[in-house]
């Protein structure tokens, strides 16, 4: 009798314990800002397994299904169940690493050159292994890049690259054609880049006003507080302009509903691939 007792108790509080741990983890998840998020991914990687057991959804970067996903975003642009608790990859993480395995010879391929501009830390590891990549990483500041440089000047020879990343840089530099621009000089002719940005599809012109100067006035208007426009559907063109051709990919003709339910994809965003002629 006390036995059974004192085994319920341990339960009770096992349950308890539980529950605390994965209120804490979501704040945890839903308040720091994400570059301290990834220094601390080792301790998520631990408790996300035990945390959100299920098979509701399905990152494919990791390779793990979850009961659910986090919610991330700031005040203007937040989501709900969008995080990957394990490796922390959002909807556009996942839609790359998709793209890359579907309809590329990214991980097939013999030899390819790549520049990786801001690595993500979802994908650095996993890009580091691959034998059959050249792979350069690179950043203005970050210390766990390669090469360090401003986009606008990139101190490197012209045509090396076969494949540049460089996601959710341009709307935080000054000048994004230059640095496409750029960037395009760095590869190869027929390389292709993939530059993903935050974009409002309502917005047929992306929205800059130099005025907006404080963080707080930068979060409402463009998103984030280190945000210096807000690009809209006319996005492709800064690519063009720099020299580039782009194609569009459309995650809703090329999934299947069921997929981009299960990986929890962003059905509006497109994939622009921008190749060097
Ligand atoms: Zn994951």
């Known amino acids: 009798m006390i036995c059974a007792f004192y085994k319920n108790t341990q339960l009770l509080f096992l349950l308890l314990y539980l529950y605390l741990v994965k209120k804490i983890y979501k704040f945890l998840l839903n308040t720091l800002p994400r570059p301290l998020l990834i220094r601390l991914?080792?301790?998520?990687?631990?408790?996300?397994?035990?945390?959100?057991?299920?098979?509701?959804?399905?990152?494919?970067?990791?390779?793990?299904?979850?009961?659910?996903?986090?919610?991330?975003?700031?005040?203007?642009?937040?989501?709900?169940?969008?995080?990957?608790?394990?490796?922390?990859?959002?909807?556009?993480?996942?839609?790359?690493?998709?793209?890359?395995?579907?309809?590329?010879n990214f991980f097939s391929a013999d030899h390819l050159k790549v520049l990786h501009i801001a690595p993500e830390q979802c994908f650095l590891p996993l890009f580091k292994k691959q034998k059959n990549l050249d792979y350069t990483t690179a950043d203005l500041v970050s210390p766990i890049a390669d090469l360090h440089f401003d986009l606008h000047d990139i101190p490197l020879e012209e045509n090396q690259y076969d494949v540049v990343f460089c996601n959710h840089v341009m709307e935080h530099v000054d000048d994004p054609v230059r640095c496409m621009s750029e960037l395009c000089r760095v590869m190869k002719p027929g390389g292709w880049a993939i530059m993903q940005v935050p974009q409002d599809m309502s917005r047929a012109e992306t929205y800059e006003d130099k005025s907006i100067t404080t963080p707080e006035e930068r979060e409402k208007h463009f998103w984030q507080k280190d945000h210096l426009r807000l690009f809209?559907?006319?996005?492709?063109?800064?690519?063009?302009?720099?020299?580039?051709?782009?194609?569009?990919?459309?995650?809703?003709?090329?999934?299947?509903?069921?997929?981009?339910?299960?990986?929890?994809?962003?059905k509006k965003e497109i994939l622009y691939i921008a190749v060097k002629p």
């Open 41 to 104: 991914s080792y301790v998520f990687k631990f408790f996300a397994p035990m945390l959100y057991r299920g098979n509701q959804v399905d990152c494919p970067v990791c390779g793990r299904s979850f009961s659910k996903f986090l919610s991330y975003g700031s005040e203007v642009a937040h989501r709900e169940n969008v995080l990957c608790p394990y490796d922390l990859t959002l909807e556009r993480h996942r839609l790359l690493w998709l793209y890359l395995n579907r309809e590329t």
């Open 232 to 266: 809209g559907r006319d996005y492709p063109n800064y690519m063009e302009k720099a020299g580039f051709k782009v194609n569009e990919f459309d995650l809703n003709t090329a999934f299947e509903p069921t997929e981009i339910t299960k990986f929890r994809l962003m």
